[in-house]
């Protein structure tokens, strides 16, 4: 059985748009999920997991440095997007990643137009940027329970006892 060494880190929305529209034509159901990951923990192996069996290409879109500062705060992002990037790539349920400078990855959903978008369960009740689009275009949203209560910001918590 071949398996891949790596995902597709994509470095543009030219080439994202390239890659969505190939999957496409060869019948791909397309997952996208995005976030920070900056330290990458059990959650976030397992969430990406189970947004992958949900089709058959995860793309994943990463804040930037620059935009994780702008949601976290001056001292964040303890990984730069660079490190960030080639541990997302390497996970086995990741197929691409990219990076976006935005706040929100709306500009990247509308050229992706994924067949599911996914967040974690932390947000039932708020709004999913993109998931009007998403659902406009007959996609679905899918929210995902968190089974490991860590997160980045309760990790550095911790080491700062």
């Not at 949601?71 to 303890?78: D, E, F, S, T």
């Not at 990076?99 to 974690?120: A, H, M, R, S």
């Not at 009740?125 to 275009?137: Q, R, S």
Request: with cysteine; hydrophobic share 40%; charged share 25%.
């Amino acid at each position: 059985m071949m398996s891949k060494d790596q995902a597709f880190i994509v470095s543009s929305e030219e080439e994202v748009l390239g890659l969505t529209q190939k999957w496409k034509k060869e019948g791909f159901r397309i997952v996208f999920t995005n976030g920070c990951f900056d330290i990458v923990h059990a959650g976030h192996v397992d969430y990406l997991q189970k947004a992958a069996k949900l089709g058959d290409k995860l793309m994943v879109g990463l804040n930037s440095d620059s935009s994780v500062k702008r949601l976290k705060g001056v001292n964040r992002p303890i990984n730069e997007e660079s490190q960030r990037t080639i541990v997302l790539a390497g996970l086995r349920a990741v197929d691409a990643v990219i990076v976006f400078q935005e706040n929100t990855p709306i500009n990247l959903i509308q050229i992706i137009e994924p067949d599911v978008l996914v967040k974690g369960g932390d947000y039932k009740g708020k709004e999913v940027v993109g998931a009007k689009e998403v659902k406009e275009k007959g996609g679905e949203v899918v929210l995902i329970d968190f089974v490991f209560s860590n997160s980045t910001s309760s990790l550095l918590k911790k080491l700062n006892k």
